[in-house]
Every structure is written in structure tokens, then in C-alpha cells.
């Protein structure tokens, strides 16, 4: 069975300071992909990361892929309060297109 | 376009009864997924249609819980005899095609048994 495992489950942080969020997995994924969900909607794509290695920036916000296509990382750098949510990283699972989610990162960022 | 809407957004019912949870893919999306979301934790799969078959029923919890579409339309979720347990968000998702791993998501719909 394909689990991911995301940490700190909870985080809450003064804007202005960075932070990294964690998601590892004992299996290898073809691609894992991150999502921001904030309350009462449902989760928004952010990026999604294929190559073992590769590093992705979107804006303040940088992922990466482990080489071994484990592992993911998400930092934000100079968080806002607009950065607030559920951040969820994903991955699909057999050939139906079917996502695995992490348990979920709570971040709070406060002004 | 339209996003995936679904409805009703809140669903209030009493244990024992049986609940319909709607949900209208982006217009186009071969793929459609049901998933449930407990309270601060991330989705678990339920259900996966390639038009209106569904080939991967793997997750859903029960056979109280049962799914249909219609075409490459909507989708019904149905709960027979709800349980407390069942009180959760349940999310829809949408995607071109099952191979294309961009899903897109509706707000859900939050299902609370009394």
C-alpha cells in the first residue's frame, strides 16, 4: 500500500518567516503533486513534479522532487498571511489516475 | 468555463437515512473522482468513472455506499442507512482523462449525522 507521510502537521509561523514542509514516502511515485485547499473549498492544484530532482518556483514558494522520486519538499519563503490553508501533497496510484493524499499540513501565518 | 460544482453544500441528516451527494464535472473531463475528506486530514479515494463505468471501486468504505454517472455527466454518491462515522466532507473531482493527472476539484459537500 502507497502512504505519504507529511510533516510538521501543524504549523503556525510569524509573516515574514520561512518554512518547509515535508512529504516522504517508503514507495516511489511517478509524480507527486502538491495541493493549497482553504476552508470550505475543495483543494487547488499548485504544482505537480515529475523528474526525480527537479525543483519547481512559483513565486515565493519552491518544491522538489527527491532524486529517488520519494520524497517532495514545499518552502515558502517570507510567508504572508494570504499563505494561510491546508497545503496536501498527492500522488497518483495505479492506472486509473486515482490520488494518494498526505494527511495534510496546517499552516497558519500570522500578521 | 464552469469549475465542478456539487450540492448540496451542507447536508444535515439523522443516522439511519439514506443520503444522495450531486456533483457536476467541468464540461468535457472524461475522468470523474469521488473522494472523502475527515475533519483536518487529507482525501481518501472512494470511487473513480471513466465515462459513465466505473472500473475502481476500491475505497469506497461499504456496501451502504454506492456511485453512478450519467454519460460523461453528473455523478450521484449515495449513502444508504448514514452512521455517524460517515459525517465527513465528501469532494468530487474532474480530469480530461485518467492518464492526464490534473484533477480539479469541487468546494464539497459537508455531510453531518446526528
Known amino acids: 500500500t502507497q502512504l505519504l507521510e507529511q510533516s510538521p502537521q501543524f504549523l503556525s509561523i510569524q509573516e515574514g518567516e520561512n518554512l518547509t514542509v515535508y512529504c516522504n514516502s517508503s514507495s516511489v511515485f511517478s509524480s507527486l503533486q502538491w495541493y493549497r485547499q482553504e476552508p470550505g473549498e475543495g483543494p487547488v492544484l499548485l504544482v505537480t513534479v515529475v523528474t526525480g530532482g527537479e525543483v519547481k518556483k512559483l513565486k515565493r514558494l519552491t518544491f522538489q522532487f527527491g532524486d529517488a522520486r520519494k520524497d517532495s519538499s514545499l518552502h515558502i519563503t517570507a510567508a504572508q498571511t494570504g499563505d494561510t490553508g491546508l497545503y496536501l501533497c498527492a500522488g497518483p496510484s495505479g492506472n486509473t489516475g486515482k490520488l494518494i493524499f498526505g494527511q495534510g499540513t496546517t499552516l497558519q501565518v500570522k500578521p | 468555463g464552469a469549475g465542478v460544482s456539487q450540492s448540496p453544500s451542507n447536508k444535515v441528516t439523522e443516522k439511519g437515512k439514506d443520503v444522495e451527494l450531486r456533483c457536476d464535472p467541468i464540461s468535457g473531463h472524461t475522468a470523474l473522482y469521488w473522494y472523502r475528506q475527515r475533519l483536518g486530514q487529507g482525501l481518501e479515494f472512494l470511487i473513480y468513472f471513466q465515462g459513465n463505468s466505473a472500473p475502481d471501486k476500491s475505497g469506497l468504505p461499504s456496501d451502504r455506499f454506492s456511485a453512478e454517472r450519467t454519460g460523461e455527466s453528473v455523478s450521484t454518491l449515495t449513502i444508504q442507512r448514514t452512521q455517524q462515522e460517515d459525517s465527513a466532507v465528501y469532494l468530487c473531482?474532474?480530469?480530461?482523462?485518467?492518464?492526464?493527472?490534473?484533477?480539479?476539484f469541487g468546494p464539497g459537500t459537508r455531510l453531518t449525522v446526528t
Open positions: 473531482a474532474s480530469s480530461r482523462s485518467r492518464i492526464y493527472y490534473e484533477q480539479y
